[in-house]
């Protein structure tokens, strides 16, 4: 059964910085591409970043470059997302997800494995 568990999120003020965690199991992490979504009230969900533990492919959403990284400890089974100079556009929740298809342009989840869900709150 594959499982994502996130802890982090919170709320923040404008311009500072908070790292969210995703701890997956139930299927072999460094095989796959796995990412980060957000979705916001009143919006639709949102592809973030993702990357791909077998060939290090990576896609950031242009609302996140230069700001959001996006890594993977393989030895942990662990996608992290450190995001700095937070704005309040920001705000929403944001998911983790197993098994995606990644390319430099794009990232789609192939199946429906989500993490339970991080808020992310940013006041101006």
């Known amino acids: 059964e594959v499982q994502l568990v996130q802890s982090g999120g919170g709320l923040v003020q404008a311009g500072e910085s908070l790292r969210l965690s995703c701890v997956a199991s139930g299927f072999r992490f460094a095989d796959y591409a796995v990412g980060w979504f957000r979705q916001a009230p009143g919006k639709e969900r949102e592809e973030i970043s993702c990357?791909?533990?077998?060939?290090?492919?990576?896609y950031y959403a242009d609302s996140v470059k230069g700001r959001f990284t996006i890594s993977s400890d393989k030895a942990k089974s662990t996608l992290y997302l450190q995001m700095n100079n937070l704005k309040p556009e920001d705000t929403a929740v944001y998911y983790c997800?197993?098994?995606?298809?990644?390319?430099?342009?794009?990232?789609?989840?192939?199946?429906?494995?989500w993490g339970q869900g991080s808020q992310v709150t940013v006041s101006s």
């Open positions: 997800a197993a098994l995606v298809i990644v390319t430099t342009s794009s990232c789609l989840p192939l199946y429906d494995y």
């Open positions: 990357f791909s533990n077998s060939d290090g492919r990576t």
